[in-house]
């Protein structure tokens, strides 16, 4: 998909908003019929209108990308109030990350560390060891001959974050409006909370260096040590 598409403000909102109305819609509708055909119409049909509405949301999430997929990934953790149908798909964003292009993750390199990946590395492995919905790491060799493991942030994490926040905020208290789900708006703000401490890198540096020092005396539990 084009890079400029998925970092546009106003494409994000309407793939956002427009998959949160389609699925409301199908439910106003199913919960409308109801009131005629009685509860029994309802429970025969609210499972399969479970499963289909979070294989849509899913579905644009993962076009979405990036944030997205790691919110999609916390309110399956989080939303105990979302039926097991609704939440089981939401689980399996952890496999649905792709890896970004190695020419991205070096001029991402290059300009948080100022000189040219070649200067900084002996070598550094174009394909990740793994890739998440906010980052991925490569192994590399640094000019001493060490080891290292490098975690770099998805180019267009930073732009995009505080957008998607706002745009999941709006929904999660339309929701809480119109479906009096109570507790839904403290979700909303948990995954603020994670996701922004998610993406302080810095931050997770520095718990990594006191989990260490903590945990020092424990041979058997190994935390990686951090390169500054």
């Known amino acids: 998909m084009n890079s400029k598409k998925i970092l546009s403000k106003s494409w994000r909102s309407r793939k956002v908003y427009s998959t949160a109305f389609s699925i409301?819609?199908?439910?106003?509708?199913?919960?409308?019929?109801?009131?005629?055909?009685?509860?029994?119409y309802v429970q025969k049909r609210l499972t399969k209108l479970h499963i289909q509405s979070a294989l849509r949301l899913k579905k644009s999430f993962l076009?979405?990308?990036?944030?997205?997929?790691?919110?999609?990934?916390?309110?399956?953790?989080?939303?105990s109030f979302l039926p097991e149908e609704f939440r089981k798909p939401l689980e399996e964003f952890q496999d649905h990350a792709p890896a970004r292009p190695y020419e991205e993750?070096?001029?991402?390199?290059?300009?948080?560390?100022?000189?040219p990946i070649s200067e900084l590395f002996e070598s550094f492995e174009k394909t990740p060891?793994?890739?998440?919905?906010?980052?991925?790491v490569h192994r590399a060799?640094?000019?001493?001959?060490?080891?290292?493991?490098?975690k770099i942030q998805h180019d267009h994490i930073p732009k995009i974050a505080e957008v998607d926040l706002q745009l999941f905020e709006n929904i999660m208290r339309?929701?809480?409006?119109?479906?009096?789900?109570?507790?839904?708006?403290?979700?909303?703000?948990q995954v603020r909370q994670m996701i922004e401490e998610e993406l302080d890198y810095s931050k997770?540096?520095?718990?990594?260096?006191?989990i260490s020092e903590n945990l020092?005396?424990?041979?058997?539990?190994?935390?990686?040590?951090?390169?500054?």
Do not use: D
């Not at 990036?66 to 989080?78: A, D, N, T």
């Not at 060799?141 to 490098?150: A, C, F, I």
């Not at 020092?216 to 500054?228: E, W, Y």
């Open 129 to 136: 060891l793994a890739s998440a919905s906010i980052g991925q």
């Open 216 to 228: 020092n005396v424990l041979p058997k539990v190994i935390i990686p040590k951090i390169q500054s």
């Open 24 to 40: 409301a819609l199908k439910y106003l509708w199913l919960f409308f019929r109801g009131r005629i055909f009685g509860k029994k």
């Open 63 to 79: 076009e979405l990308r990036g944030l997205f997929i790691k919110i999609g990934q916390l309110v399956s953790i989080l939303s």
């Open 105 to 115: 993750i070096k001029k991402n390199i290059e300009s948080e560390l100022g000189k």
């Open 174 to 189: 339309w929701v809480a409006r119109y479906y009096h789900m109570k507790g839904i708006e403290h979700v909303a703000l």
């Open 204 to 210: 997770e540096a520095m718990y990594m260096k006191v």
């Open 141 to 150: 060799t640094l000019k001493s001959g060490e080891e290292v493991v490098v």
